[in-house]
T-cell receptor
Framework: GAVVSQHPSWVICKSGTSVKIECRSL??????MFWYRQFPKQSLMLMAT?????????EQGVEKDKFLINHASLTLSTLTVTSAHPEDSSFYIC??????????????FGPGTRLTVL | GDSVTQMEGPVTLSEEAFLTINCTYT??????LFWYVQYPGEGLQLLLK?????DKGSNKGFEATYRKETTSFHLEKGSVQVSDSAVYFC??????????????FGAGTRLAVHP
């Protein structure tokens, strides 16, 4: 099946710094990607929808100036956590939907990136 | 809004035991329902899905039936194996017109199977 990778798999940074997380579709093109956040023992919460060639769509309550999303190509989306603080520590997961015809509801998920802000 | 509730874990079973992980949902429309599985160190993988009432999704010995009357989508397997140890997520697809569907997830249930 389709494979989505994320880099890095984990990162530790100091408070106030910015961190970039990459999401790549390895064997297919993804005009849309989704970014999720998962707190320990909690659900995955959709943060934003990344669209190649246009601005990302953010979910209610997600600060777009805090979480910058750039869909640079048909295989790459990046999430930058700007001026990170300890409360931003979380597990960030991306996914890309199946572009098959007919359209299905299937999404392919990356393995996630664990961010720890000291 | 739409939501998914699934039983808390961890669920600990012996090999060959019967598995049930409960999942109920709240939705205003007619969502598709999914079970995703996350093995250690890997991304979420689609395990099975059902797109309308009374549909049964099945894969790798796992089954779940879309029950509209009870708004449930319980996951079952007759005989679990150690290799089934993972975290299982129930999810529904919240249809958004003109775009790809958003997924709303339950909290996940960790399953540990012992030999």
């Amino acid at each position: 099946g389709a494979v989505v990778s994320q880099h890095p798999s984990w990162v530790i940074c100091k408070s106030g710094t910015s961190v970039k997380i990459e999401c790549r579709s390895l064997d297919f093109q993804a005009t849309t990607m989704f970014w999720y956040r998962q707190f320990p023992k909690q659900s995955l919460m959709l943060m934003a929808t990344s669209n190649e060639g246009s601005k990302a769509t953010y979910e209610q309550g997600v600060e777009k100036d805090k979480f910058l999303i750039n869909h640079a190509s048909l295989t790459l989306s990046t999430l930058t956590v700007t001026s990170a603080h300890p409360e931003d520590s979380s597990f960030y997961i991306c996914s890309a939907p199946d572009l098959g015809i007919p359209r299905t509801d299937t999404q392919y998920f990356g393995p996630g990136t664990r961010l720890t802000v000291l | 809004g739409d939501s998914v509730t699934q039983m808390e874990g961890p669920v600990t079973l012996s090999e060959e035991a019967f598995l049930t992980i409960n999942c109920t949902y709240t939705a205003t429309g007619y969502p598709s329902l999914f079970w995703y599985v996350q093995y250690p160190g890997e991304g979420l993988q689609l395990l099975l899905k059902a797109t309308k009432a009374d549909d049964k999704g099945s894969n790798k010995g796992f089954e779940a039936t879309y029950r509209k009357e009870t708004t449930s989508f319980h996951l079952e397997k007759g005989s679990v194996q150690v290799s089934d140890s993972a975290v299982y997520f129930c999810a529904l697809s919240d249809r958004v017109s003109g775009g790809y569907n958003k997924l709303i997830f339950g909290a996940g249930t960790r399953l540990a199977v012992h030999p």
